[in-house]
C-alpha cells in the first residue's frame, strides 16, 4: 500500500464520520426548540412535548405527532406564552354557569312557569298531569316561577353548568394528552 493510497482511505474514513455525525445532528425528530422552552422528544411513542420554562404556558396543543404519510404535523407548533391567572377552560364554564343563573327565570317564564300559576296553553301546561307529585320537578319549578329562585338552587345550576361545560370541553378538544 502506497502513502497516497493509505491517505485516501483515511480521508475516506473520515469524510464518513464527519457524514454520520451531521446526519445526527440534523436528522432531529422534534421542531426547533421555541422562546421559553423546549420540546422533550418521545421517541418510543413518536410525538414531540412542549415544555415551557416557569411562568409561561403552551399556546396551544403541546403534544404533537409527524405523520410519515400525509408528510405534515397533525397540530401547528405552538409556542410558549405568558401564563395566565385562569385558564380559557376555567373561564368558558364560570361564564356558562353565570349565563346559566341568569337565564333560568327567563327560560321558566318561558316554558310557561309563571307568577300567576302554570301559562295556558304553554309547554308547563301541556305536561302537567293531576298527578303531579309535590316535591316533582314539576313542582319545583312552579314554584322557582311564583317566587323565584332560591339562593341554594342559583348555586346547584350555576355549579353543575360549570361542571359539565368544563368537561365537556375537555373532551371536545382534539389535543393528545401526555
Known amino acids: 500500500m502506497t502513502p497516497r ?5 483515511f480521508f475516506f474514513f473520515l469524510f464518513i464520520i464527519l457524514c454520520l455525525g451531521l446526519i445526527n445532528k440534523v436528522d432531529s425528530f422534534c421542531p426547533v426548540n421555541p ?3 423546549y ?6 411513542s413518536g410525538r414531540c412535548i412542549l415544555r415551557c420554562d ?17 408528510g405534515k404535523w397533525n397540530h401547528d ?3 410558549c406564552q405568558k401564563e395566565w391567572p385562569v385558564s380559557g377552560k376555567t373561564l368558558a364554564a364560570g361564564g356558562t354557569g353565570v349565563a346559566a343563573v341568569v337565564a333560568t327565570p327567563v327560560v321558566l317564564a318561558g316554558a310557561g312557569f309563571t307568577a300567576a300559576g302554570v301559562a295556558a296553553g304553554s309547554i308547563a301546561a301541556m305536561i302537567q298531569t293531576p298527578l303531579t307529585a309535590v316535591g316533582s ?3 319545583l319549578s312552579q314554584s322557582a316561577g311564583v317566587v323565584g329562585t332560591a339562593l341554594a338552587t342559583k348555586g346547584v345550576v350555576g355549579a353543575s353548568t360549570s361542571a359539565i361545560t368544563y368537561a365537556t370541553l375537555g373532551l371536545l378538544s382534539d389535543c393528545e394528552k401526555e
Open 5 to 9: 493510497t493509505g491517505c485516501a482511505i
Open 35 to 37: 422562546r421559553h422552552g
Open 39 to 44: 420540546w422533550d422528544e418521545d421517541t418510543v
Open 54 to 70: 416557569g411562568g409561561y404556558e403552551p399556546s396551544g396543543c403541546h403534544v404533537i405527532r409527524y405523520s410519515h404519510r400525509h
Open 77 to 79: 407548533f405552538p409556542s
Open 137 to 139: 320537578w314539576f313542582a
